[in-house]
């Protein structure tokens, strides 16, 4: 054991590595003459005010032929609808009187058809 201590303490006293003797001088020299020419830098593009509306002006522009096919395609349809709606029952007044034995018929009806609803599925789920 004693020799690994007598040989740690050699080395700890002494520096084991050396450099050329004026390397550091001229190191940033070297190294600089090593590296790549650097590329221009290119001024920045400028951008006109029509280039920033465009994106704007496209928009716009399709919501205006979106509302022209609409009101091409679908209002006629609608105004013809109301003409006519109007053409009919202009001077027209329809009333449909219904008598109380036609509502309770009406409605012992719709009970029986709901009762057979439930009870086709009470039994059959």
């Known amino acids: 054991m004693d020799k690994k201590v007598d040989k740690m303490d ?3 006293q002494k520096n084991p590595f050396q450099v050329p003797e004026g390397y550091f001088e001229n190191l940033t020299n070297q190294i600089m003459e090593q590296l790549p020419e650097q590329p221009s830098i290119e001024e920045p593009k400028t951008i006109n ?3 920033k ?4 002006v496209y928009m716009a522009a399709m ?3 979106m509302a022209l096919i609409f009101k091409v395609f679908i209002s006629p349809v609608d105004q013809a609808s ?4 109007q053409n009919r029952g202009e001077n027209k007044t329809e009333r449909i009187i219904v008598s109380d ?3 309770d018929a009406a409605y012992d009806y719709y009970e029986n058809q ?8 009470e039994s059959y789920y």
Not at 53 to 56: D, E, I, T
Not at 114 to 121: D, G, H, K
Request: hydrophobic share 55%.
């Open 53 to 56: 509306a465009k994106p704007w």
């Open 63 to 65: 919501f205006a032929g």
């Open 49 to 51: 005010l029509w280039e």
């Open 10 to 12: 050699r080395i700890a």
């Open 101 to 103: 034995e036609e509502i």
């Open 82 to 85: 109301s003409k006519f709606a």
């Open 114 to 121: 709901a009762a057979l609803i439930t009870y086709y599925e």
